[in-house]
């Protein structure tokens, strides 16, 4: 095939095998980036999981954002890289996104307020992918955190999503542990002495129960009278 005319022509000249080196080295600046960027990824996860192997929810909270961060400089620097291996002039792209960052940038303060108060929070782990909280309003359980948003999904499914600008209070209640406080109403005449001992004898039933051991952390914490309402007495 290589004896047809046209094509020797075609392959033999300076515009083709400048075209055949640029590809060559389009591709192989690509793999090398696909490499590296496997490689990051790989490391990121064995460090997240060193650091944190205990609790895989700080690991599900950081990796993405991470991998994120990490994804989008390293898209911007080899794809500036391939573009001058095609011959495009990278310096006016350059200045010009540099002008075009500083115009974002006083234009959409409320993008750039989300992105510094999200990555406060998620890097003074406030609240983890899983956690039960309550952020601007609505409660539920966190399935997403990105720099910039959070997702929750209530009881009964549906879905918020909340930037972090407009949180002003996070409520997590799900911190390391929590506490359910529980108001037993007993009538008058009861003797309180021993509705507290019968409690606690619930507890060490409960808590010898393997499918309960590992909920309950710590025994009732009966705080005793807590008030007297129209026709009980309650014991918190």
Known sequence: IWDVVILETLFEGDMMRH???????????????????EAIGVYLSYILKQADDQNQTRVQTLLPIVRNIVMSVFALLFGLILLSEIGINVAPLIAGAGVIGVAVGFGAQSIVKDFLTGFTIVFEDLIRVGDVATLGGASGVVEKITLRKVQLRDEEGTVYTIPFSSISIIQNLTKNYSF????????????????????????????????????????????GVDRFADSAVIIK
């Open 19 to 37: 075209f055949l080196s640029s590809l060559v080295t389009f591709l192989l600046v690509a793999f090398i980036a696909a490499f590296i960027w």
């Open 180 to 223: 359910y406080v529980m108001d037993i109403g007993v009538a008058y005449h009861t003797d309180t002495d021993r509705v507290v001992e019968v409690l606690r004898d619930i507890d060490k039933d409960l808590r010898a129960v393997t499918a309960f051991a590992g909920l309950c952390l710590e025994p009732i914490e009966v705080m």
